[in-house]
């Protein structure tokens, strides 16, 4: 969970930007867009083959 505590004289602003860069390092962002549409079995398996298939070529450089 990501929790953002107020700095010293910190305005809302800076804060809420603090909080959506948090969220997207922890991946949250991705996983809301991910989940906001229906995606079928078959292409969720396909996205996890191609998934695997780059980080085994990455590995490879």
Known sequence: ???VKA???ESVE??????????????L???MKRNSYY???S???RRRQRKMFR???I???
């Open 1 to 3: 969970m990501v929790k």
């Open 7 to 9: 700095r010293g004289s």
């Open 14 to 27: 800076q804060m809420l930007r603090r909080f959506k860069k948090m969220c997207e390092k922890e991946g």
């Open 29 to 31: 962002t991705k996983d």
């Open 39 to 41: 995606e079928k079995p």
């Open 43 to 45: 292409e969720r398996r």
């Open 55 to 57: 980080n085994v070529m």
């Open 59 to 61: 590995g490879r450089m």
